[in-house]
Every structure is written in C-alpha cells, then in structure tokens.
T-cell receptor, first 112, second 113 residues
Framework: GEDVEQSLFLSVREGDSSVINCTYT??????LYWYKQEPGAGLQLLTY?????DMKQDQRLTVLLNKKDKHLSLRIADTQTGDSAIYFC????????????FGTGTRLLVSP | DADVTQTPRNRITKTGKRIMLECSQT?????MYWYRQDPGLGLRLIYY???????NKGEISDGYSVSRQAQAKFSLSLESAIPNQTALYFC????????????FGAGTRLSVL
C-alpha cells in the first residue's frame, strides 16, 4: 500500500522540543519532505531530506531518517506558539511519475 | 502576490450544481496538481498535468474533471456536486528540479449542501 502514517495530535509546552514521527512505505523513495500547514493557508515546505542521508539540520529543525525501519522524524527545538500547525510528511515514490504521497498530518498544539 | 492563487477561497453550493475551482501560478512551472484534503486522510491527488497537453487522473478522479487552459492555469470542475465532495481543495505546482518540491495555493473550502 501507499499509506504514510502519522499520529494525529501532539501537544507540547512552549520552550520544549517537539518530535513528530512518520512511517512511510516505499523503501526506494528518493526524497522525503516535511510540510507545515497553518490555519487558513496552504502547505508550505519546511525541509526535505535525500534518502542517502541520515540526518539534516536546519536551524531549529532536525530531520532524522531511518531507512531500515522506513521511519522519518521532525524535531523542533525550543518550540514556540507560532509553531502550532499541522505537519505533513510526504514521500516521493520511485515509480510512475514519482508522485508525492502525503501522510495524514499531525496537529501540533503549543501551549504557553 | 501569491505565487499560486486559488479562487474562490470559499464556496457553498447545492447538490447537483456545477462548480469550477480555478488555479493560476506565476512560478513558471509546467507541472500542476489538484488535491483534496479531508480530516484524518491527508491529501489525496485528484488530477495532475505535466504540460498543457498532458493531463492525467490521480487516485480519486471520479466526479471531477480538469482543464489546463495555459501553462499558468489549471481549473478543477465538479460537474454535478454531491455532499461527499465537501472538502478543502488545493492546487499545487512543482519545480523542474530533481527534488520535485511542490508549492501550494491557499486552498478553496467547498461545502456541498
């Protein structure tokens, strides 16, 4: 199947770290992405990782990739209230036209 | 101005009506997509187009049709709307690079009564 799985909700306190997890399906996926959706807006690319990498860091964001377990995570350090949003992981399939398959999205709520 | 613009942003319609959602982009991308978003289901691909003459069905195309009027314009039509087409609809474009990053419009919230 092509299900990309994420937990639906995550609640953290401001200043804590957030970790959002994703399990994908295609072990030959070349790129994996994290998108952020703020209320009333479209999806915005946060970061992506190439499949030959284990980790990518970009300011407060750290992406970890475990290809053996087909597990992707996004860590947000020093989470702020402005980080409250829905976060989608997506994998780029390595077949056909290399479409993106999106997860169900994780709603992150950051409380003061 | 937004790079990917969707109109209208909100629409309420009745069962059986024909509806058109429009998308225009200024990013110069050849590839354009229509998705729908439902709570707990993520985004599902309705149609995609790689250029003006290349249009393809996605995983949930039944009940929908599209038109690629120009490189910059890609519209989605519901010929006879039904309540289970109530959803948030997104248009996206993607860059020609190998990363295939997709850029999204702000979405159209459609309610079919």
């Amino acid at each position: 199947g092509e299900d990309v799985e994420q937990s639906l909700f995550l609640s953290v306190r401001e200043g804590d770290s957030s970790v959002i997890n994703c399990t994908y399906t295609d072990s030959s996926s070349t790129y994996l992405y994290w998108y952020k959706q703020e209320p009333g807006a479209g999806l915005q690319l946060l970061t992506y990782i190439f499949s030959n990498m284990d980790m990518k860091q970009d300011q407060r964001l750290t992406v970890l990739l475990n290809k053996k377990d087909k597990h992707l995570s996004l860590r947000i350090a020093d989470t702020q209230t402005g980080d409250s949003a829905i976060y989608f992981c997506a994998e780029r399939m390595n077949t056909g036209f290399q479409k993106l398959v999106f997860g169900t999205g994780t709603r992150l709520l950051v409380s003061p | 101005d937004a790079d990917v613009t969707q109109t209208p942003r909100n629409r309420i319609t009745k069962t059986g009506k024909r509806i058109m959602l429009e998308c225009s982009q200024t990013k110069g991308h050849d590839r354009m997509y229509w998705y729908r978003q439902d709570p707990g289901l993520g985004l599902r691909l309705i149609y995609y187009s790689f250029d003006v003459k290349d249009i393809n069905k996605g995983e949930i195309s039944d009940g929908y049709s599209v038109s690629r009027q120009a490189q910059a314009k890609f519209s989605l039509s519901l010929e006879s709307a039904i309540p289970n087409q109530t959803a948030l609809y997104f248009c996206a474009t993607s860059d020609p690079g190998i990363q295939n990053i997709q850029y999204f419009g702000a979405g159209t919230r459609l309610s079919v009564l």
